[in-house]
């Protein structure tokens, strides 16, 4: 059975925006079934809306279920991997430039309070899955450094910081991120 890998974009994203098509290629390139899914109403995400979405397009995960996931794609993630059952286990996800709790914007009470309305279940998720990397930028102008650091301890994972990648976004001009591949690869393992 092809290992599946599921790219989950965040907010305001698309499965065609900044170093998706360029992982999807070389990670077909190596065997891997990839899904890059159109996450509903990317404006307004909301924990209703897609958490849910991501557990039907994901449907069956196994210890052949990889993620790799950007920004609110990483928090949905988190929150879908609490969803699995005790015995169900997946292989592997890495964060980039994630987080694990609210952001806190100043004045802000929107879509991101959603996906946390409960405390996370670090536990779960870690009894869902073994093997985890965060991958962050030094300069992310909206997901500040300290998430990413209290997101790998929380997970108990490694924690690689990156200079100058900023939010790893398209529009901040990241079409290739060759340390996501190189740490998904390691995972795999």
């Given at each position: 059975m092809a290992k599946r890998v599921f790219v989950i974009h965040g907010w305001e994203g698309y499965p065609e925006e900044g170093w998706r098509p360029w992982l999807r290629k070389?990670?077909?390139?190596k065997g891997f079934e990839v899904i890059i899914p159109?996450?509903?109403d990317t404006a307004t995400p909301t924990f209703a809306k897609w958490v849910p979405y991501l557990a039907q397009t994901v449907g069956a995960a196994d210890?052949?279920?990889?993620?790799?996931?950007?920004?609110?794609?990483?928090?949905t993630t988190l929150r879908y991997l609490e969803t699995l059952k005790e015995n169900q286990k997946i292989g592997g996800v890495v964060f980039v430039a994630?987080?694990?709790r609210d952001l806190e914007y100043e004045g802000y009470k929107g879509e991101l309070t959603t996906f946390f309305a409960t405390?996370?279940?670090w536990n779960k998720i870690k009894n869902a899955c073994k093997k985890f990397v965060v991958i962050h930028s030094?300069?992310?102008?909206?997901v500040p450094v300290r998430f990413g650091e209290e997101l790998a301890k929380n997970l108990e994972s490694p924690f690689i910081?990156?200079?100058g990648m900023k939010h790893f976004s398209g529009s901040d001009g990241i079409t290739k991120a060759p340390v996501i591949l190189e740490n998904f690869l390691k995972i795999v393992k």
């Open positions: 070389e990670l077909e390139g159109a996450m509903p210890e052949n279920t990889y993620f790799v996931c950007h920004s609110l794609g990483c928090i994630g987080f694990g405390p996370v279940d030094d300069d992310d102008q909206w910081l990156e200079h």
